[in-house]
């Protein structure tokens, strides 16, 4: 039957892919916050990246957290490619 799924459901895979998007996305945009205040000469803090990392990380984190499950999701939904058995 060509209808059978194997392996886990789509939504378990879109819960696992939310933290590790909120993750990256939370350091992408830390490391975004750097290259902004360096350009922008922001005054910087003792002992953390820059003073106001924690906008930066949460904007990051939300972004990250809605668009890798989306992303998997969507790339799980599409059909297989044919197999071609034609080897030339």
């Not at 990256?24 to 902004?36: E, H, P, Q, T």
């Not at 003073?51 to 904007?59: I, K, N, S």
């Amino acid at each position: 039957m060509a209808d059978e799924r194997t392996g886990p459901p789509k939504a378990a895979i879109g819960c696992f892919m939310l933290p590790l998007g909120a993750a990256s996305g939370a350091m992408i945009a830390v490391l975004l916050s750097k290259i902004v205040a360096y350009f922008t000469k922001a005054p910087s803090c003792p002992d953390i990246p820059t003073c106001d990392w924690h906008v930066y990380a949460g904007v990051g984190a939300l972004l990250g957290g809605l668009s890798l499950p989306a992303l998997v999701l969507r790339r799980l939904s599409q059909p297989a490619p044919p197999e071609n058995d034609n080897r030339g």
